[in-house]
């Protein structure tokens, strides 16, 4: 029995691990700009797969066709950025000036979570099919084109998210290095009161980091819609936690450190379970006579397991890491420190 999975579903595995990488780099930022640990971020990912869905069902039609990797995508960052901004100036900033505290705030979180989850589902419940006879539920992953890799023929979402992936982390990264308002957002993070002492305008960095939080949301809740067996807005109560779990072992302290924790959760949680499964199958079930069981729908207890690892040696996460000296006791050369 091969103990290392297979290379289509490594290549879903990667994808399903960029998307978790830009969900928990856009958490990272919501947080290091307000504080506040945002319970709603997957289902307002969310979007982006209802969006996919219905660009499929009402404008593209049953045939799979490349334009739903642009429509889907764009339609979903503008309305989940859009819904990002709503919820920010409209309950949270509000909450805020009224004195309410971060676990206050993070409760009301909750609350638009729940309010999200049962209007997406809704309209998914209300909206009549043209192609797709019940939205809700319905899966995606047939209305796209394939691609052939080395021989093997994949969907081309396993293509299509870890490339988006990169190209928004290297726009985000241009736009925090190379442009003025970028600039006044790192500050805005590192210090709020000496950046609005020196004319930064904070309410619109705060503003403007929850609208590209909702829009990394959306293009990849548009993107992961191809990776569910069905888009229900209820999914997102397991995506939270995968989410959360990739921000805390980044450490919260850099978005970039939140990409590679959430992309290091994903790869844990589908590789990581992969080969476990495969090993006790082939070494307890095999050999020692131990039940036939799948471990595969166990995923989030691998991915929590790496949150505890991970505290344990560094309770920081990995962006609390002292990179630098970890490589000079490892006899290697050392490494210039990366924190944003």
């Known amino acids: 029995m091969a103990i290392l999975p297979g290379f289509t579903f490594t290549l879903s595995s990667i994808a ?4 978790i990488g830009l969900l928990s780099m856009g958490l990272t930022l919501t947080y290091q700009t307000t504080r506040v640990p945002n319970f709603a971020h997957a289902t307002i990912a969310m979007i982006g797969s209802v969006a996919t869905l219905l660009v499929i069902d009402r404008i593209l039609g049953a045939q ?3 334009k739903v990797f642009i429509l889907g995508p764009l339609l979903g960052g503008v309305a989940a950025a859009a ?3 709503l919820m920010y100036l409209a309950v949270l900033k509000p909450l805020a000036a009224r004195g309410n505290t971060i676990t206050g705030l993070m409760i009301a979180t909750f609350a638009v979570d729940i309010i999200l989850l049962n209007l997406l589902t809704l309209i998914l419940y209300e909206t009549p099919g043209r192609h797709i006879p019940k939205l809700i539920g319905a899966p995606v992953v047939g209305y796209q084109p394939k691609l052939k890799i080395l021989g093997h023929v994949v969907d081309s979402y396993t293509v299509v998210l870890p490339v988006t992936a990169v190209i928004l982390t290297a726009l985000f990264h ?7 308002f970028g600039v006044a957002m790192r500050a805005t993070i590192e210090n709020p009161s000496l950046a609005g002492a020196m004319g ?3 309410d619109l960095v705060y503003t403007v980091s929850w609208a590209i939080s909702g829009f990394l949301a959306g293009v990849a809740g548009a993107l992961m819609a191809f990776s569910f067996k069905g888009v229900d807005p209820a999914v997102s109560a397991l995506v939270i936690v995968t989410v959360f779990a990739g921000s ?3 450490g919260l302290e850099s978005v970039y450190w939140g990409l590679i924790g959430g992309f290091l959760v994903g790869l844990a949680e589908k590789i990581g379970t992969a080969i476990v499964n495969n090993v006790y199958r082939a070494v307890f079930v095999t050999h020692l006579g131990f039940p036939n069981v799948s471990l595969i729908n166990y995923e989030k207890v691998m991915s929590l397991s790496l949150v505890i690892l991970v505290l344990l040696y560094a309770p920081r996460g990995l962006a609390g890491v002292d990179w630098s000296r970890l490589a000079a ?3 290697l050369k050392r490494l210039p420190s990366w924190r944003r």
């Not at 399903?16 to 998307?19: E, F, I, N």
């Open 16 to 19: 399903y691990a960029a998307a």
């Open 64 to 66: 799979p066709s490349w």
């Open 83 to 85: 819904f990002s901004v």
């Open 174 to 180: 241009l736009f925090l290095t190379r442009t003025s």
């Open 200 to 202: 930064v305008n904070t």
């Open 248 to 250: 805390i072992v980044g």
């Open 329 to 331: 006791r490892l006899g």
